[in-house]
Structure formats: C-alpha cells, structure tokens
C-alpha cells in the first residue's frame, strides 16, 4: 500500500502538476498583491484558504490513490463513511429540529444509496473502487447539500410560521394537511440550485466530470451524454434525500398529541 | 356526566425550563357563560388558554370538558370541540371565504356555502367572500378570524384578547358582533383580557391571574377590580 503510495508521488506527471501549481500560485499571489494595495484586508484570509485548500486537495489525493489500491468490498465501507461526514455536516443547518441526526442519515443514506445502486447495477457506475467511489462522492455530496438546504428552509419555514401552523391545528386539521403546504415549500427551495443546474447545463455552465473528460480525450458526445446522466443521478438523489427529510421530519415535529413542537424539543 | 361544567381544569400546572408559567390552576366554565381570564401582560393569560385547548402540554393537572379527562379525546376533536381565537387573527394567503372554511378544507370535508354566508352576514363581513385576506383592514381580518373558529362548529370559544390589537372603534365592533354571535350560537367561552371594561362588559365570572396562579376568583366585578 506504501509502495502505490510512493508510486504515483514519484510519477512524472506528479511533477508537471506541481509546475501548474507553481503557475497557478503565481496567479493567486497576484491577488493577494492587488488585495494588499487595495486595502481589502483579505491577504490573510486569500493566503490561508490558497495554502488550506491546497494541502487539503493533496491529501485527498494521496488518500484516493491507497483507496484505489483496497479491495471492491471497500467501497461499501468508504461510501457508508461519506454518508455519515455528511450527516454530521447537513446536521447543523436544521438544528434544533427533533431527530435531525438520525433523519439526515437515513434520507442521504436512502437517496444516495438508492441511486448508486441503481446506476451501478444499470453499468453507468463501474462495480470497481476507482469509479464508485468517486462518483458515490459525488452523489453523496450532493444529497447533502440539498439535505442542508431542506433543513434550513424548514426550520425557517416552521419559526416564521409557527403562528399558522397552529391556526391549523387548533382548527382541528390533520397535522399531515396542516405542514403540507411548508413541507412542499422545503423541498421546493432545495431543489432549486440542481434544477437551475439542469436548465443552464452546457450553454451557461460545463460541469466538471465533462470538462474533465473532454481534457482526458473522450468523446465529447459521449461525455455530454455521462456528464447527463451524473447530474440526473444528483437530482434524483437530492429529490428523493430531499422528499424523504420532509416526510420524516413532518412526523418528528409533530408531537402524539398533535402540538407543534418546538425547537430543541424532542432530541437531535 | 350530565350536570358537568363544559370546561374545567384541575390543579392545571405547566413548566417550561424550569419557569412556572402556570401554577396549580383549577377553573370552572358554566354552560353559556363567558369565563374572564383577567391579568397584566405576562402573568400567564396566553399560557392558560392554550392549555385548555391542548395547544400545549401540561406538565402536571388536566382539564375536563363535559366531564371526560381531555387527555382520553382524540386531539382532531378536542380542538373541534374548543375553538380557538388567537390575538393576532394569523390569516393565510387566499380569500375570505378560503380562511373562514380552512378547518373543514383540511379535514377534506365538504363545505357548506349556505352557512357560510350566514355567518359572515352576522359578523358584518357580508360580500366580503371573495376579497384578498391581506388587502383587510386589522378589524376585519379578527372577524374573519372569529368566523374561522364560528365556522368549525366548536362548543366552546377561547378568545386570546381579540380586541387587544385593535383601535377603539374597531374594537367596540369586535366586542359587540362577538356578545351577538355568543348568544347566538349559546356558547361557552372564556375570554382572556387585560380590559377591565371589556371584561365588566362581555365577562360574568372568571379569575385573576399573577405570576400563573390565580390570585382571586368570582364575579367579574370583583376580579377586576
């Protein structure tokens, strides 16, 4: 494992990346210059976040390259670990909600999963560690931040509008009928940056994977159609991690006697 | 139980954090009469009412409406059975008549227009059916408000100070339309108020609250003074 490791370090084309950073850095020091003479007051900040993300991406490179090297099974274990760094994450942006933690985990572990089994079991995501990784990342990185931003617009949904919710409940409504209306609204708000995403997809904005494997040599047909297919695997994970936290969570705020909770009650 | 009060409470008690927000509160509402909540900003009015329609959970005592435990009704008809008038009349986006039917339309029952009407006649709110609830002046908003919880058929009305946020002249119509619509439709409530008028005017017996517990009981006239 230490052998790959010091492999793909020593690769030439290591060395050719590191002549792009030194490029790149030179770039970015500009900025700094510019900032410096400006009197933004951001040289400290730009340089901290340069160095950081750097180191940052280094290492996740170093520790892709001994993933590549595990066995398939692997992938499972990697995923699952991804999954639960990105319930941790989405966690905070609905705290105070009951059972936030455990919501966040079952519906990014549902509409993550689910798609990745799918699209594995469907050929788009090859059964090895080098691609389901990877692409698992990615979709599971999504799911989160749609997760995140169902749990905020909730929460705030449930805060500025505590006042008719209990109008609702206070007339005797379902509680099912009472939230629809705001559970609809997060899972609306969302959905708004995938879907923005799909609309400008290739005339404003050429996603990543594409780009990436237009530079490799791809086809770039084939490519259009693969970068489609990621980001309609996005949306389905995000809609379904997204549909699946207003579900759970319109049952969790909701107490056995039909009062609206509120925040901080019932656990996280 | 046939000579039980329609609204009772016992020993009614709620902490939050460890704040005494209610304190061992037993009331009794007779049939058709309105029960005054009478008490300075912060001394638990608000607290206490939405005890009583079970809009929160007491944390020691119950109520008793007819005589059953409120814990044994299932919450959907407890809060059919207690109407609820909250201060600021909170009316969602739509029309009048969209509000004064919400209850029914969430429950998936049908609505009848007939009524309807009726009621927004007798509670000067006639034509009124279609217009924007965010285009209403603060008075009408409240009527249509009192509709909503009218409109739900309830045995008993909570009325959380519904005139508080109002201007006189609109309050006085709140009042007096209210006095009508509670001898028309023989209703209990209890009416919580900081307006020793009000309460003189529209109350027969209620209490008085400091701190969350009931400091004195009986006659308006005396827990007013």
């Known amino acids: 494992m230490l052998q790959d490791t010091l492999n793909h370090v020593q690769d030439p084309v290591v060395l050719e990346g590191l002549t792009q950073v030194g490029a790149a850095t030179v770039l970015a020091a500009l900025v700094v210059i510019l900032s410096r003479q400006r009197g933004l007051e951001l040289e400290s900040e730009l340089s901290v976040a340069f160095v950081r993300g750097f180191v940052q991406v280094v290492a996740v490179g170093l520790v892709i390259g001994v993933l590549l090297t595990v066995p398939m099974a692997w992938s499972t274990l990697i995923l699952l670990g991804m999954v639960g760094g990105a319930t941790w994450i989405s966690r905070q942006r609905g705290e105070g909600l009951p059972g936030v933690t455990q919501v966040s985990f079952l519906a990014i572990t549902v509409g993550a999963g689910l798609v990745i089994v799918t699209m594995t079991w469907a050929g788009a995501i090859e059964p090895t560690v080098r691609s389901l990784v990877p692409v698992g990342s990615l979709v599971i990185a999504n799911a989160m931040k749609i997760n995140s931003l169902a749990l905020d617009r909730l929460k705030d949904e449930l805060q500025d509008k505590r006042d008719e919710i209990e109008v609702g409940l206070a007339l005797g409504g379902p509680p099912r009928a009472v939230l629809a209306r705001h559970l609809r609204t997060s899972v609306q708000a969302s959905l708004i940056p995938v879907v923005d995403s799909l609309k400008s997809l290739g005339w404003v904005w050429i996603p990543g994977v594409m780009a990436g494997m237009i530079l490799g040599g791809e086809n770039p047909v084939y490519a259009a159609l693969y970068q489609f297919v990621i980001m309609a695997m996005i949306f389905a994970a995000g809609g379904l991690t997204s549909m699946l936290t207003s579900l759970l969570m319109g049952r969790r705020v909701i107490t056995e006697a039909e009062q609206l909770r509120r925040a901080g009650d019932g656990g996280s | ?225």
């Open chain 2, 1 to 225: 139980m046939p000579d039980a009060p329609p609204l009772a409470t016992r020993n009614l008690t709620r902490v939050v954090d460890g704040q005494t927000l209610i304190a061992d509160v037993t009331i009794e509402a007779r049939a058709e009469e309105v029960f005054v909540v009478f008490g300075a900003s912060g001394s638990g009015k608000t607290s206490l009412l939405r005890l009583l329609n079970r809009l929160d959970e007491p944390t020691r005592g119950t109520v008793f409406l007819d005589g059953t435990d409120y814990r044994d009704i299932e919450p959907r008809t407890l809060r059919r059975r207690v109407g609820w008038v909250p201060q600021q009349p909170t009316l969602v986006a739509g029309t009048v008549a969209e509000n004064v039917v919400w209850g029914p339309k969430l429950r998936g029952e049908p609505v009848d227009d007939g009524r309807l009407h009726k009621l927004l006649d007798r509670l000067g709110l006639s034509g009124f059916e279609e217009r924007a609830a965010d285009r209403l002046s603060g008075g009408e908003a409240q009527r249509v408000a009192i509709a909503r919880t009218l409109f739900n058929d309830p045995n008993i009305v909570l009325l959380d100070e519904p005139a508080a946020s109002l201007d006189a002249e609109a309050a006085d119509r709140v009042e007096s339309l209210l006095a009508g619509v509670m001898d028309a439709y023989a209703l209990t409530a209890v009416l919580v108020t900081h307006d020793a008028d009000r309460a003189r005017r529209l109350g027969q017996r209620g209490v008085r609250l400091e701190g969350g517990q009931v400091v004195q009981g009986g006659a308006v006239k005396t827990v007013v003074k």
